[in-house]
C-alpha cells in the first residue's frame, strides 16, 4: 500500500507541476503581447510627433472661411484666393508689386481677397518652425480681427530663409505696434493655439494640388503668372 500511495503522489505531483508550467507559459505569453503593444503604440506616437502631426487640439478660427482655411478681406463677386508663407521670398516680392492693387479691389467692392497662410517652408527656419508660428500667430490675429494688420507687418518684417525667423516676443511686439495687444493674442502666440490649425490648413493647401506659394487664383482658376496687369485682366474676364 505504501508503494501505491507513493506512486499516486507521484501522479498527483506531475500533474500539478504540468499545469504550473502551462500557467508559466500562458503569463509569459501574455505578458510579451503586452510589451509588444506598449512598444507598438510607443512608436506610433513617436512617429505621429516626429512627422509633425502632434500639434495639440485643433482650433479652428471663428472667422476663417474657405473651409476655414482662410481669412476674407472684402465682399465684392469675383474671388481671388492667395496662399502665402510668411518666409516666402517670392511671396514677399509679391505683396510689394501686386496685393496694393488687390488690396484696393478689394476695398472698393470688386473683389473679396482670400488670404490662406501655408506653413511649407519650416523647414528653411533651423528647427523653430516660424511657417507654422507665423501662419497661426495670423489667425490670432484674425480672431482679433486684424489679420490684415498682422499679414502687413509679418511681411514687412518677413525674415531670411536658414534664418530662425522671428521669435514669439517679436511677433507679439510686432503685433502691439499694429493695434494688436492683449493676453488673448499673446497666449495664443506663446501657447501655440492655432499651430494645429495651421498645420490642417498647409495639408488643403496639398490635397488641393498645389505646392509653391504665392499661389493666386482668380474666381477659382490658377494664375501662373501672377503679375498686377496678369491679376487685372483675369479679373476684369471674371467680371464679365
Not at 476655414?68 to 516680392?93: K, L
Request: net charge negative; aromatic share 8%; hydrophobic share 40%.
Amino acid at each position: 500500500m505504501s508503494k501505491g500511495k507513493d506512486r499516486a503522489a507521484k501522479a498527483r505531483q506531475i500533474v500539478a507541476d504540468q499545469k504550473a508550467a502551462e500557467r508559466r507559459r500562458t503569463v509569459t505569453l501574455w505578458t510579451s503581447v503586452a510589451v509588444v503593444l506598449v512598444l507598438f503604440v510607443a512608436g506610433l506616437i513617436g512617429y505621429t510627433t516626429l512627422n509633425g502631426q502632434d500639434e495639440g487640439r485643433l482650433v479652428t478660427p471663428s472667422v476663417a472661411v474657405d473651409e476655414g482655411t482662410a481669412f476674407a478681406v472684402g465682399t465684392g463677386p469675383v474671388v481671388v484666393d492667395v496662399y502665402e508663407d510668411f518666409m516666402c521670398p517670392a511671396c514677399g516680392s509679391f505683396e510689394t508689386a501686386s496685393a496694393p492693387t488687390l488690396k484696393q479691389l478689394a476695398g472698393s467692392g470688386r473683389i473679396t481677397l482670400r488670404f490662406h497662410p501655408v506653413a511649407i517652408l519650416d523647414r528653411f527656419s533651423n528647427g523653430t518652425e516660424y511657417s507654422t508660428r507665423a501662419a497661426a500667430a495670423s489667425a490670432a490675429a484674425a480672431e482679433a480681427g486684424k489679420f490684415t494688420e498682422l499679414h502687413d507687418v509679418l511681411y514687412a518684417n518677413r525674415p531670411e530663409e536658414n534664418s530662425d525667423g522671428l521669435s514669439n516676443a517679436r511677433i507679439i511686439e510686432l503685433a502691439a505696434s499694429v493695434g494688436i495687444t492683449g493676453d488673448t493674442f499673446t497666449n495664443a502666440v506663446n501657447e501655440g493655439t492655432y499651430k494645429a490649425w495651421a498645420t490642417q490648413a498647409t495639408e488643403t493647401f496639398t490635397k488641393r494640388n498645389y505646392t509653391g506659394t504665392p499661389t493666386i487664383l482668380v474666381a477659382g482658376q490658377q494664375v501662373d503668372n501672377p503679375t498686377t496687369e496678369a491679376l487685372t485682366e483675369a479679373i476684369d474676364k471674371a467680371a464679365g
